[in-house]
């Protein structure tokens, strides 16, 4: 989670250190780069989110009835599909942003096998958040960690680096909200499912045979709903922590377009 006030203190420090940007190095304060860098490892809370709405079928089929079945097995395919680009996305925003702490802790950055990895194209999904704009922002934050390799991969060029990321960022950060969005209303459809069938089964155990696996079908009953329970806490935690990462990126960009 984003701590703010650390972000704070690392603002104050680099006024007292001179490390700020000034209208002679135009960086943003280094420290506080870092600190996002760092502080952004909580995207791979958002990539496990992102794995459990993958693998949305495989839990709710022995839940589910003949016409719910055929229903969820359609959309088995497309999640499985549409969970490539996501990974992408998910890859590329960690990627741009270590880059970023790693500039900002000396003045090179390493290629690594996992840029490229992120360097597949993605495609749009409609109705997910994954749209033209999303894929574009991609390709741009691409482009950026490629600046940063080589030569060209200089502290100097952090500052410009991220006003011209800010735009992409601003745009893959609010398509993860939108697929936050997506993963929280299917978890609710899978919450109705499961709870609604174990509610009916349990009501109808009511022969001395049955008794002990309504007494086993409550106790899975209440794990069920504890366990969407976390996980609707933790899509809103998940929004929340991105909320804070795009403005504390748009405040730094500015910061390092100081005149």
């Known amino acids: 989670m984003f701590r703010l006030s650390r972000w704070s203190r690392s603002f104050a420090l680099c006024l007292l250190l001179g490390g700020c940007a000034t209208s002679s190095d135009r960086l943003p304060a280094t420290p506080q780069v870092v600190a996002l ?101 991609y390709t741009i934050l691409l482009r950026l960690l ?16 991220m006003r011209d990321g800010d735009a992409a960022l601003q745009t893959l950060v609010s398509t993860l909200n939108s697929l936050l969005r997506l993963y929280d209303k299917a978890g609710d459809n899978e919450r109705d499912i499961v709870l609604g069938l174990l509610e009916t089964d349990i009501a109808f155990a009511d022969t001395p045979p049955q008794r002990l696996l309504a007494v086993l079908a409550k106790t899975v009953q209440q794990s069920k709903v504890d366990e969407y329970r976390l996980y609707g806490l933790r899509h809103t935690l998940a929004q929340r922590q991105l909320a804070a990462l795009a403005l504390e990126h748009a405040r730094l960009a500015s910061m390092g377009a100081l005149p």
């Open 37 to 137: 860098a760092d502080d952004a490892k909580f995207l791979q809370s958002f990539a496990e989110l992102a794995l459990r709405h993958r693998d949305s079928y495989d839990r709710l089929r022995p839940y589910l009835n003949e016409q719910q079945e055929a229903s969820e097995k359609l959309l088995d395919r497309q999640r499985r599909a549409m969970h490539a680009d996501v990974a992408l996305i998910q890859l590329g925003v960690t990627q741009y942003l270590q880059g970023l702490g790693q500039l900002a802790r000396q003045d090179r950055f390493a290629y690594t096998g996992e840029i490229n990895a992120a360097g597949v194209a993605i495609r749009a999904w409609p109705g997910t958040g994954i749209d033209d704009h999303a894929v574009s922002a």
């Open 146 to 161: 490629a600046r940063m390799q080589g030569d060209n991969g200089q502290r100097q060029l952090l500052g410009q680096l």
